[in-house]
């Protein structure tokens, strides 16, 4: 099935450093999700975006919601090592074929040295 | 309570062996959804339930066989798998149905991690 272009797939980053990562589509969606996954537990919901050019804040991270709909980005602010893990981006359109399904990135591996 | 919950956390499971999976949210959710997932890669859809109906089958083996009692709970059957099937199983709800639009993030569980033997 289609997934979003997740970038970049790993990161290796020292404590305190800011991080970017982003997905593209080549199709537009109504609301972009960014999950954490810790290894060996369930991805958890970090960021909800529903508005085209939404900029939404939690704590240390901000998302945004790109203008054409087909994009979104994730930063973190001065990494810590508990940020460490996988990061995905997801797309949820609310119409057509695929209305309901979440259509993942590949993934970003967050390492964070101290 | 805003969780997702699962059991059991491990299962190892031989390839003649009928076990269960199980998932419970208690959000008022009225979607909920079985995934797959390997090492180090997303989340492959593998059933959908909306309002207690089977909605969504992304042309899984019959060797899995979803169940939701109730709006509150998920069961998936499984039975004569094979070494391949081990993974992170991982069950997640929304607040509406499939077509509730774009208000409809959905909420993960912890998963089960499944050893084939």
């Known amino acids: 099935g289609q997934q979003l272009n997740q970038s970049p797939q790993s990161m290796f980053i020292q404590e305190g450093e800011d991080v970017s990562m982003n997905c593209t589509s080549s199709s537009i969606f109504n609301t972009w999700l960014w999950y954490k996954q810790d290894p060996g537990e369930g991805p958890v919901l970090l960021i909800a975006?529903?508005?085209?050019?939404e900029l939404t804040s939690n704590g240390r991270l901000t998302a945004q919601f790109g203008i054409t709909r087909k994009d979104s980005f994730l930063n973190i602010s001065a990494s810590i090592p508990s940020d460490v893990g996988i990061y995905f981006c997801a797309g949820l359109r609310a119409g057509g074929t695929s209305y309901g399904k979440l259509t993942f990135g590949q993934g970003t591996i967050l390492t964070v040295h101290p | 309570d805003t969780e997702v919950t699962q059991t059991p956390k491990h299962l190892v499971m031989g390839m003649t062996n009928k076990k269960s999976l199980k998932c419970e949210q208690h959000?008022?959710?009225?979607?909920m959804y079985w995934y797959k997932q390997k090492a180090k890669k997303p989340p492959e859809l593998m059933f959908v339930y909306s309002y207690e109906k089977l909605s969504i089958n992304e042309s899984v083996p019959s060797r899995f066989s979803p169940e939701c009692p109730n709006s509150s709970l998920l069961n998936l059957h499984l039975h004569a798998l094979q070494p391949e099937d081990s993974a992170l199983y991982l069950c997640?709800?929304?607040?509406?149905?499939?077509?509730?639009?774009?208000?409809?993030?959905?909420?993960f569980g912890p998963g089960t991690r499944l050893t084939v033997l």
């Open positions: 975006l529903y508005k085209a050019g």
């Open positions: 959000m008022g959710h009225r979607a």
């Open positions: 997640a709800s929304s607040q509406y149905g499939l077509a509730g639009g774009s208000y409809n993030e959905q909420f």
